[in-house]
């Protein structure tokens, strides 16, 4: 399976972005999708997730009431909405998939996605 990640840039604080991940390869609706973060010099963190029909959500705590993931199945991409974002939100953003079962707590690791897009680059100026 093949992710490409869009919708980066450069938004002031208390601004909005809305992150897309194109999907392709075996069938969409079979992954669970996620979306992870990472600063230089820091480690990929997890930010949100997404279960394969769209049934059930999962964010950080850092993102949580801000933050919105989404799916389409029919067009095989998933979206992370962002609002009211802060310098801290500052990364590159990274969407992934994973097939099986969801883990709640152990899916938070990087290591538990098998795929993952090549990254784009979000910026909040204070």
């Known amino acids: 399976v093949q992710l490409q990640a869009s919708g980066g840039g450069l938004v002031q604080a208390g601004g909005s972005l809305r992150l897309s991940c194109a999907v392709s390869?075996?069938?969409?609706?079979?992954?669970?999708m996620g979306w992870f973060r990472q600063d230089p010099g820091k480690e990929r963190e997890f930010v949100a997730a997404?279960?394969?029909?769209?049934?059930?959500?999962y964010y950080a705590d850092s993102v949580k009431g801000r933050f919105t993931i989404s799916r389409d199945n029919a067009k095989n991409t998933v979206y992370l909405q962002m609002n009211s974002l802060k310098p801290e939100d500052t990364a590159v953003y990274y969407c992934?998939?994973?097939?099986?079962?969801?883990?709640?707590?152990?899916?938070?690791?990087?290591?538990?996605?098998?795929?993952w897009g090549q990254g784009t680059q979000v910026t909040v100026s204070s």
């Open positions: 390869g075996r069938a969409f609706s079979t992954y669970h």
């Open positions: 997404i279960t394969r029909n769209g049934d059930y959500t």
């Open positions: 992934a998939a994973k097939s099986g079962l969801y883990y709640y707590t152990q899916d938070r690791q990087p290591r538990n996605w098998g795929s």
